[in-house]
């Protein structure tokens, strides 16, 4: 398996981006289906889940029925049903256009979620700093976790508003490794799905790469616009980040190396 440094060679070098109004108010948050990278779904201030084909202009659906912002989205590994994170945590069937599951037991909105790649599990986090575990089929949670008295943005890691965030195997429920190079709060990151690369992104309006192995900082991009949310993708190593406006840019990797 080639290593994160080698990656970031390889990737393609001219910049290019793509913008379009996906929402009438400010978009939350935005996730890649895992399958072809040609699926986008976004949520946003006005209690909409929008799905998008990449290169097409209007919206393939829109999900409604919320109650409240909607702050994270997160297709299954079969793209037939998205899970939402707002007051709660909703599961919508693409196919069907309706809610299949709705799970409620955070005292806070959902911030962060997503679906076990092999079996009917969910897991959901909270500003409330709980991570809990649902089993999809029964309809219950099966484990919650309490975690540090900070938000829980992104599942497996805790961000923490000092600019650390920590890694945790949920397995064996030990600490891995912490990182601490961010010069502001962490508020999103994305694991690269076949490589042992991780990219991380802050208030500090950096966008920094490392590598899961050695657990080195192997590059950053930036400052530019705040980083509120990004999404790393197999095929064209795009990353896409939403801004407090209602657009999402889509741009390729810059290459940066230290």
Not at 15 to 43: D, M, P, W, Y
Not at 99 to 110: D, I, K, L, Q, Y
Request: glycine fraction near 8%; include cysteine; charge should be negative.
């Amino acid at each position: 398996m080639r290593r994160g440094r080698q990656i970031l060679k390889d990737v393609i070098e001219d910049f290019a981006r793509e913008e379009f109004v996906a929402h009438t108010l400010n978009v939350n948050c935005a996730k890649f289906g895992r399958r072809a990278s040609r699926i986008l779904i976004t949520g946003g201030e006005d209690l909409k889940v929008n799905l998008w084909a990449i290169g097409k202009p209007g919206a393939l659906l829109s999900l409604s029925g919320f109650i409240s912002p909607v702050e994270s989205v997160r297709p299954d590994s079969s793209e037939v049903t998205i899970g939402a994170g707002a007051a709660s945590g909703t599961i919508k069937n693409i196919e069907e256009a309706k809610v299949v599951r709705t799970f409620t037991g955070h005292r806070s909105s959902c911030a962060s979620l997503d679906f076990h790649p092999f079996g009917e599990f969910l897991a959901t986090g909270s500003s409330d700093t709980n991570m809990k575990i649902w089993d999809t089929q029964q309809k219950r949670c099966i484990h919650t976790y309490k975690v540090i008295p900070n938000e829980l943005m992104c599942l497996n890691l805790l961000l923490m508003a000092d600019g650390l965030f920590l890694v945790w195997d949920l397995t064996a429920g030990k600490l891995m490794h912490n990182f601490c190079l961010h010069e502001g709060p962490v508020n999103c990151l994305d694991v690269h799905p076949y490589e042992f690369l991780l990219a991380t992104g802050s208030v500090d309006t950096t966008v920094k790469f490392w590598d899961l192995e050695t657990f080195e900082l192997i590059g950053s991009s930036g400052p530019e616009n705040n980083r509120e949310y990004f999404e790393l993708v197999r095929i064209l190593s795009l990353i896409s980040s939403n801004h407090h406006i209602s657009g999402i840019f889509v741009w390729k990797w810059m290459t940066c190396f230290l």
